[in-house]
Nanobody
Framework: VQLVESGGGLVQPGGSLRLSCTAS????????MAWYRQPPGKERELVAT????????FYVDSVKDRFTASREDSKNTVYLQMTNLKSEDTAVYYC?????????WGQGTQVTVSS
């Protein structure tokens, strides 16, 4: 099983990024997906989730109305569209696949929001 995140980078405050996470080795459509992040010096925290069919999402308050999770099962990929980025969004972002008590993590992608 492998989850590979991409799309991170350096962006100015107010800018946008789209993260991608592509999975292999699992039946992607059976897995709910989640995005987590770990800011510098802090613990990993949940950012967003999306269910198996993509019609139900959850966002932590700090990213509501700014981040959007979506999935494209034909590409085994989940996305996190991030807009109006703030300095406090700086973190390593991880995707996680979960089903029937099994969880798999990606290696993370760095997002830095700075002027």
């Amino acid at each position: 099983v492998q989850l590979v995140e991409s799309g991170g980078g350096l962006v100015q405050p107010g800018g946008s990024l789209r993260l991608s996470c592509t999975a292999s080795g699992i039946i992607f459509s059976m897995y709910s997906m989640a995005w987590y992040r770990q800011p510098p010096g802090k613990e990993r925290e949940l950012v967003a989730t999306i269910n198996t069919v993509g019609d139900s999402t959850f966002y932590v308050d700090s990213v509501k109305d700014r981040f959007t999770a979506s999935r494209e099962d034909s590409k085994n990929t989940v996305y996190l569209q991030m807009t109006n980025l703030k300095s406090e969004d700086t973190a390593v972002y991880y995707c996680r696949a979960g089903a029937l008590g099994n969880f798999y993590w990606g290696q993370g992608t760095q997002v830095t929001v700075s002027s």
